[in-house]
T-cell receptor
Framework: SQTIHQWPATLVQPVGSPLSLECTVE??????LYWYRQAAGRGLQLLFY??????ISSEVPQNLSASRPQDRQFILSSKKLLLSDSGFYLC??????????FGPGTRLTVT | GENVEQHPSTLSVQEGDSAVIKCTYS??????FPWYKQELGKGPQLIID?????GEKKDQRIAVTLNKTAKHFSLHITETQPEDSAVYFC??????????????FGKGTLLTVNP
């Protein structure tokens, strides 16, 4: 069966520090991968998606970037965090049309 | 692009009652409509979905209906239990062509089931 992992689970970082969040998927190959952010208020904002290694599409301009160095690995990064980057970051995948599955999330607090 | 509206934003029911959450979408090309349940501090969990060639789908106490003409779909939960308390999201996708199947989400409904 397929499993999606995210780490770390929680992170507290000062403003201006770098960020690296990692997501990996097991049990499937060549998945589509997605990064979402969920701020207070519950909405899910799609940040990036990837349909293959090295292929990244950005949905909104921001202080973040994404990379996909391996087939089942998706990384979210920032060179300098802003207070507004705080939120709950979710990775998701699908490997066929439609069903999309989410990871457990990373709670990021920028202080 | 697609726009998904979800109502109500909060819903409080008594245990054993039914709960209904409604969503509308704007893109007539959308053909896949999932529902997610998100418990506090966890990632959203896919609980049921429906495709445009089907009008209704049921799984135990939950059901989803789709009206393509009116571009709306609904989640129905019967015999609610306290463990049904969570935030529920609807979403829509065109799933058309290519290899990317992005979802557009509603803003969520906080369901509280009172014992």
């Amino acid at each position: 069966s397929q499993t999606i992992h995210q780490w770390p689970a929680t992170l507290v970082q000062p403003v201006g520090s770098p960020l690296s969040l990692e997501c990996t998927v097991e049990g499937t190959s060549n998945p589509n991968l997605y990064w979402y952010r969920q701020a207070a208020g519950r909405g899910l904002q799609l940040l990036f998606y990837s349909v293959g290694i090295g292929q990244i599409s950005s949905e909104v301009p921001q202080n973040l970037s994404a990379s996909r160095p391996q087939d089942r690995q998706f990384i979210l990064s920032s060179k300098k965090l802003l207070l507004s980057d705080s939120g709950f970051y979710l990775c998701a995948w699908n490997s066929r049309p439609y069903e999309q599955y989410f990871g457990p999330g990373t709670r990021l607090t920028v202080t | 692009g697609e726009n998904v509206e979800q109502h109500p934003s909060t819903l409080s029911v008594q245990e054993g009652d039914s709960a209904v959450i409604k969503c509308t979408y704007s893109d007539s090309a959308s053909n896949y409509f999932p529902w997610y349940k998100q418990e506090l501090g966890k990632g959203p969990q896919l609980i049921i979905d429906i495709r445009s060639n089907v009008g209704e789908k049921k799984d135990q106490r939950i059901a989803v209906t789709l009206n393509k003409t009116a571009k709306h779909f609904s989640l129905h939960i019967t015999e609610t239990q306290p463990e049904d308390s969570a935030v529920y999201f609807c979403a829509a996708s065109s799933g058309s062509g290519g290899s990317n199947y992005k979802l557009t989400f509603g803003k969520g409904t906080l369901l509280t089931v009172n014992p």
